[in-house]
């Protein structure tokens, strides 16, 4: 079966800084990919997919994910962060029906 | 406001009890789908219905169980209720798996 690893519960970063959120998938084959954002007291928002393709994904806010298959890695980037991308992120993959979530990644923003 | 529409948005219930929770799916979305959220054991898949049928089933305890009617509109049903089963419950509604969910904003169960 399918599954994602979020490598790192919390992540730090300082306004204006480069943010690396990484995620490692473990599938048969090649798997649809997801990032996905949660704020507090909502829902998760989908930021960006990968499916087949560009393995170069760019998504909103700014954000982008890299499908690397060698590396079994789809890490989520943004050149520089904004204190409103303090959120929790996850990571998914989904074969056929379900979509199975990484444990998420709890982005802070300093000033 | 992302189409799916999650209902009660909290619930506070007593042990032993039954709740039924309330997702009505993004319009033109046939599949929907069950997750529940808690810290410990963060976004567990439940389960998915597309047009009216069981499609898929993740960890989902025997005590719950759901449906979805032919207007698409999906129920969760949790019963005999413990402390345990306090969580955020998500529904999340789309087209094809291949495009992603739309995520409603939750039903926050407390049991006490």
């Known amino acids: 079966a399918q599954s994602v690893t979020q490598l790192g519960s919390h992540v730090s970063v300082s306004e204006g800084a480069l943010v690396l959120l990484r995620c490692n998938y473990s599938?048969?084959?090649?798997?649809?990919l997801f990032w996905y954002v949660q704020y507090p007291n909502q829902g998760l928002q989908l930021l960006l997919k990968?499916?087949?393709?560009?393995?170069l994904v760019k998504g909103i806010n700014g954000f982008e994910a890299e499908f690397k298959k060698s590396e079994t890695s789809f890490h989520l980037t943004k050149p520089s962060a904004h204190m409103s991308d303090a959120a929790e992120y996850f990571c998914?993959?989904?074969?056929?029906?379900?979509?199975?979530f990484g444990a998420g990644t709890r982005l802070t923003v300093k000033p | 406001d992302s189409g799916v529409t999650q209902t009660p948005k909290h619930l506070i219930t007593a042990t032993g009890q039954r709740v039924t929770l309330r997702c009505s799916p993004r319009?033109?979305?046939?599949?929907v789908y069950w997750y529940q959220q808690s810290l410990d054991q963060g976004l567990q898949f439940l389960i998915q219905y597309y047009n009216g049928e069981e499609r898929a089933k993740g960890n989902i305890l025997e005590r719950f169980s759901a449906q979805q009617f032919p207007d698409l509109h999906s129920e969760l049903n949790l019963s005999s209720l413990e402390l345990g089963d306090s969580a955020l419950y998500f529904c999340a509604s789309s087209v094809e798996s291949g495009n992603g969910y739309t995520f409603g904003s939750g039903t926050r169960l407390t049991v006490v």
């Open positions: 599938s048969s084959v090649p798997p649809y």
């Open positions: 998914a993959v989904t074969l056929h029906n379900d979509m199975r």
């Open positions: 990968y499916t087949t393709g560009a393995t």
């Open positions: 319009s033109g979305d046939l599949s």
